[in-house]
T-cell receptor
């Protein structure tokens, strides 16, 4: 089976850095995705890791350790518009995504 | 930038009625998906579709559900006899379908279904 854990809520200050952790257990692994979801909207793709290490994309970076079943999403120079839910998802099977419950991030001035 | 579109944005139906949710995937994508998200809960995989057949489905996707690609652009999800617990946001997604597994999926804006 599959199990994905991430913190329910986090708060951070505008301009700061925040790290959102995700741990997982899975029987099939084709990579780990991070999506952003604003309330009432669709998930939008942020990053993908299939090999161990850090992937950097502008203000967002994502890290993966397959041996530890661990990933994190790092958001730098936080802006108010980054207030959203961040979804960790495992790609397994024939491309199906298994999502965690999401971490609701609140950025305050 | 190409995007996945879905219609309708909202649908209200009576329990026991059939509903059809429509999606237009990104035009050169070959892999299509349906997910649902009950209010306040996580996004759940329903079904994936490739080469005109179902690739994989979850235990949620029982006999009440079906998918179809009726023409070259549309991808539909039919719920035959809706139940109260089918109330959710339904997302369609697509991916290129060329690189095997672990492809990035792009989501449509969703259809919010309310069953009364």
């Amino acid at each position: 089976g599959q199990n994905i854990d991430q913190p329910t809520e986090m708060t951070a200050t505008e301009g700061a850095i925040v790290q959102i952790n995700c741990t997982y257990q899975t029987s099939g692994f084709n990579g780990l995705f991070w999506y952003q979801q604003h309330a009432g909207e669709a998930p939008t793709f942020l990053s993908y890791n299939v090999l161990d290490g850090l992937e950097e994309k502008g203000r967002f970076s994502s890290f993966l350790s397959r041996s530890k079943g661990y990933s994190y999403l790092l958001l730098k120079e936080l802006q108010m518009k980054d207030s959203a839910s961040y979804l960790c998802a495992i790609s397994g099977g024939y491309n199906k995504l298994i999502f965690g419950a999401g971490t609701r991030l609140a950025v305050h001035p | 930038e190409p995007e996945v579109t879905q219609t309708p944005s909202h649908q209200v139906t009576q329990m026991g009625q059939e509903v059809i949710l429509r999606c237009v995937p990104i035009s050169n994508h070959l892999y299509f998906y349906w997910y649902r998200q009950i209010l306040g809960q996580k996004v759940e995989f329903l079904v994936s579709f490739y080469n005109n057949e179902i690739s994989e489905k979850s235990e949620i996707f029982d006999d009440q559900f079906s998918v179809e690609r009726p023409d070259g652009s549309n991808f539909t999800l039919k719920i035959r006899s809706t139940k109260l617990e089918d109330s959710a946001m339904y997302f369609c997604a697509s991916s290129e379908g060329t690189s095997g597994r672990g492809e990035t999926q792009y989501f449509g804006p969703g259809t919010r279904l309310l069953v009364l």
